[in-house]
C-alpha cells in the first residue's frame, strides 16, 4: 500500500523534526535519529577522498554552489563535494556529515516537502533554492518543493553522495524504476548512494482489516491504488539492478508502534483517506470504513504492537 507509507512519517503534515504529542508516533522520531548513524556505518567514507582528494582536511576555498537559473551563466563549482539528502528526516543528517566533512569543501541539499523557505533571490526556474541563512551552516542548501520534483530538476552526474528516505517514494504517478532511474542520472562517476523504502503489505493487520472492508461492499466500486513498492529485499535488489544500481549492501528493518486503543490506530494509519483510494470516496463510505475497523480491532489486546517494515539499500 502506497500511499499509507506515503504519508505516514508526515503525521497529518506536522514538521517530522518536532517532538511528538502521542507515544506510539515517538517511535517514528526515534527511529529517524538512528537512522543517520545507520546509514552512514554502511557507507565508504573513504570513498570521499577517492572521488575528492582532501574533503576530510579542509584545502579547498569555498564558493557558492546553486543549482543553475535558466539564463545565468553561474553554474555548480565542479571542486565541491556534494551530497543530495531527499525526504522526511533528512535533517538529522546534518550534524553527522558537519562532523565527519570539511564544511568548506562540501555542500549538502536538503530536500523535503515539509521545508517551507520563501527566499529565492537567484531566480532559479525548475530549481528554487534557499541557503540557509545561519553563517555556521553556510554548507547547506534547502530546496522548496517535492523530493521526487528535484531528482529531475539537477543535471546529470551532479552529485557524489544521494540519500533517500520516507517521502522521496514512488506515488501514483511515478513507478520505483522511474525513481532510481534519476537517481542513478544524478550521481557522479563512483558516486555512493543509500535508500530506504518501505515494503508493500506493511502494516500488515491494518491494511487487511481495509482489504477485507471493501471486499464486503462490492457495492461501492471502490479501488485500492495498486503499491509501486517492493514487497520484499529480494524483490527490491531486482529493481535497483533494473535502474542500475545493484552493487549493493541491503538490510532490512522495522519499527514498532503501541497503540493504546483501536481509535488511535485508524486515526494514525488513514489520516488522508483519498491517498488509499483512485476515486473520492464519499463521506458516508468513510465513516463505514472507520466503523468497521474499529469494530475489527475490538478483538485485539490493547496497547496494540503495530509494526511497520522497511528496507534499505547502500552502495558498496
Known amino acids: ?78 571542486t565541491l563535494y556534494r551530497v543530495l539528502i531527499a525526504g522526511e528526516g533528512a535533517e538529522f543528517f546534518i550534524p553527522p556529515f558537519n562532523s565527519c566533512l570539511d564544511q568548506s569543501k562540501c555542500k549538502i541539499f536538503i530536500s523535503t516537502s515539509n521545508h517551507s523557505q520563501s527566499l529565492d533571490p537567484y531566480g532559479a526556474s525548475n530549481i528554487e533554492a534557499c541557503p540557509v541563512r545561519d553563517k555556521s551552516q553556510k554548507n547547506l542548501i534547502y530546496l522548496k518543493g517535492q523530493p521526487t520534483t528535484h531528482l529531475s530538476s539537477f543535471p546529470p552526474a551532479t552529485f557524489d553522495l544521494i540519500i533517500s528516505l520516507w517521502s522521496s517514494q514512488p506515488s501514483h504517478n511515478i513507478d520505483f524504476i522511474s525513481l532510481l532511474t534519476g537517481i542513478h542520472r544524478l550521481l557522479k562517476t563512483n558516486g555512493q548512494f543509500s535508500i530506504v523504502t518501505y515494503l508493500d503489505g506493511s502494516p500488515e493487520l491494518p491494511l487487511r482489516i481495509l482489504k477485507k472492508i471493501i471486499k464486503e461492499h462490492k457495492d461501492w466500486s471502490l479501488k485500492m491504488y495498486k503499491s509501486a513498492l517492493p514487497a520484499s529485499a529480494s524483490e527490491f535488489r531486482k529493481i535497483l539492478e533494473k535502474a542500475r544500481l545493484g552493487d549493493v549492501r541491503i538490510w532490512k528493518d522495522s519499527i514498532n508502534c503501541d497503540y493504546p486503543n483501536a481509535d488511535d490506530v485508524y486515526n494514525d494509519i488513514f489520516i488522508l483517506e483519498q491517498s488509499l483510494f483512485s476515486d473520492a470516496i464519499p463521506s458516508e463510505y468513510i465513516s463505514t470504513i472507520k466503523r468497521e475497523f474499529i469494530r475489527e480491532l475490538k478483538n485485539c489486546s490493547f496497547p496494540l504492537k503495530i509494526t511497520y517494515d522497511f528496507v534499505g539499500a547502500s552502495s558498496i
Open 1 to 78: 500500500m502506497n500511499a499509507v507509507r506515503e504519508f505516514l512519517p508526515l503525521k497529518n503534515n506536522t514538521n517530522f523534526c518536532r517532538p511528538k504529542k502521542l507515544n506510539y508516533q515517538s517511535s517514528w522520531l526515534d527511529k529517524a535519529k538512528k537512522l543517520p548513524q545507520e546509514i552512514l556505518s554502511r557507507l565508504n567514507l573513504n570513498a570521499f577522498t577517492s572521488t575528492l582528494p582532501n574533503v576530510l582536511t579542509g584545502q579547498i576555498t569555498p564558493e557558492a554552489d546553486l543549482p543553475k537559473a535558466q539564463g545565468s551563466k553561474k553554474g555548480l563549482h565542479p
